[in-house]
C-alpha cells in the first residue's frame, strides 16, 4: 500500500500554488486569481448560454495560456462557428485549440506531449458518460496535477446532470451554472454573476 503523507502546518503554509493571473473584466470580478489546476464545472439547462459561456471563459483562458476545446457533443458544426463568430475568437489566436470527440486515452496522449494545452474543456459530460466511469474525471486530475479541466454539463432539477456531473460539481473549484444568458458563479472563488448578452438576459430575468 502506497505510504500517505500528512503535512504538518509549517508544510501547509509552505506549500506553493500557481494562479491564473491576469484575468480581465467580469472574470476578474467572479474568480479573481483562482489556481491554475484542478477542475471548474460549467452547467445549465439546453440553450440557456453553456456553450456561449464556455467559448467565453475558453477565449478569455487563452489570454493567459495553451487551451484546448473538445466540443464533444456538438462537434465543430456551423452553430458552433456562428458561436466561435459572435465573440470575435480570433482566428489567429495561438493558444487556442479545438477538438471533435476524442477518447480520454487520446486526450491523455495529448496531455503527455510537449507544450500540451494547460486547459481542457470537455463539453460536454453527457456525450463523455462512457469514457467518465469510474472517476475518470478525478483521475485525470490526479495524473495531470498542472493542467485545469473545465466540464460541462446538462442541468436537471437545479444540479448537474448525470451523476457523474454530480460528482464533477463536488469536486469544482469553480461553478458556473448558466440560466436564461446569465452565469451565477460560486465555489472556492469570490463568485458573483455577470450576463452573457445584457439585453436578453434581463428580458428573461427581469430587472430584478
Request: hydrophobic residues 40%; contains cysteine; glycine residues 6%.
Amino acid at each position: 500500500m502506497e505510504k500517505i503523507r500528512l503535512l504538518n502546518s509549517k508544510n501547509a503554509y509552505a506549500k506553493k500554488f500557481k494562479t491564473l493571473t491576469g484575468l480581465e473584466s467580469h472574470f476578474a470580478d467572479v474568480l479573481g486569481e483562482p489556481e491554475a489546476y484542478g477542475i471548474w464545472i460549467v452547467y445549465g439547462k439546453e440553450k440557456h448560454g453553456k456553450t456561449l459561456c464556455s467559448l467565453m471563459l475558453a477565449n478569455a483562458l487563452s489570454n493567459l495560456t495553451k487551451v484546448v476545446y473538445i466540443s464533444a457533443e456538438e462537434g465543430i458544426s456551423q452553430h458552433f462557428q456562428d458561436t466561435m463568430s459572435r465573440l470575435n475568437i480570433d482566428a489567429n489566436n495561438p493558444r487556442l485549440f479545438f477538438s471533435e470527440y476524442i477518447s480520454i486515452d487520446e486526450l491523455r496522449v495529448i496531455l503527455g506531449r510537449r507544450n500540451a494545452p494547460k486547459v481542457v474543456f470537455v463539453d460536454n459530460v453527457t456525450a463523455m458518460i462512457h469514457e467518465l466511469r469510474q472517476d475518470a474525471a478525478r483521475k485525470l486530475s490526479q495524473d495531470f496535477p498542472n493542467v485545469l479541466f473545465v466540464y460541462v454539463a446538462h442541468q436537471e432539477k437545479n444540479e448537474p446532470y448525470t451523476a457523474i456531473a454530480k460528482k464533477i460539481k463536488i469536486w469544482a473549484k469553480a461553478i458556473f451554472r448558466v440560466e436564461g444568458l446569465r452565469v451565477m458563479v460560486s465555489g472556492r472563488v469570490p463568485g458573483g454573476e455577470y450576463n452573457l448578452h445584457e439585453a436578453k438576459a434581463w428580458l428573461y430575468h427581469g430587472q430584478n
